[in-house]
């Protein structure tokens, strides 16, 4: 039985290439256990926290996951929809110093967020 009240979904390019789970396999295994038990953790809950899922300051429709890595700080950014009670991982990303690495990262996540908006059935899928 399923009792998630959210569904997630990774942005994919028009060539089916997923940027999010390859950063995802790039990370050290425990980190990757954390952003499952995060996202895990999301699925099934009625509100979320600011302190674990907030606006991006000057992106307002881009929404940043904080998840404290082993050493870093994991970065996800998503947006909200492509439908009700969707949320889509455009990409990931760490923060160092206040700063995203990739440093381009906000406004790539704007760009697909746009893409998401016009088209989730060709940019996005189930996140798995």
């Not at 256990?33 to 009625?46: N, Q, Y």
């Not at 998503?78 to 009670?85: D, E, I, L, S």
């Amino acid at each position: 039985m399923n009792n998630n009240i959210w569904k997630f979904k990774v942005f994919v390019s028009i060539n089916n290439v997923c940027d999010f789970e390859k950063w995802f396999d790039s990370q050290i295994p425990e980190d990757r256990a954390k952003i499952k038990i995060f996202i895990d953790r999301l699925l099934i809950a009625e509100s979320w926290s600011p302190k674990h899922v907030r606006p991006l300051s000057g992106y307002s429709k881009i929404n940043e996951l904080v998840i404290k890595g082993k050493k870093i700080q994991l970065r996800p950014l998503g947006c909200f929809g492509p439908t009700r009670k969707d949320f889509t991982l455009l990409l990931g990303a760490i923060e160092k110093n206040d700063h995203f690495i990739p440093k381009d990262a906000p406004k790539k996540a704007e760009t697909r967020y746009k893409l998401v908006l016009s088209d989730g059935e060709r940019y996005t899928r189930d996140y798995e």
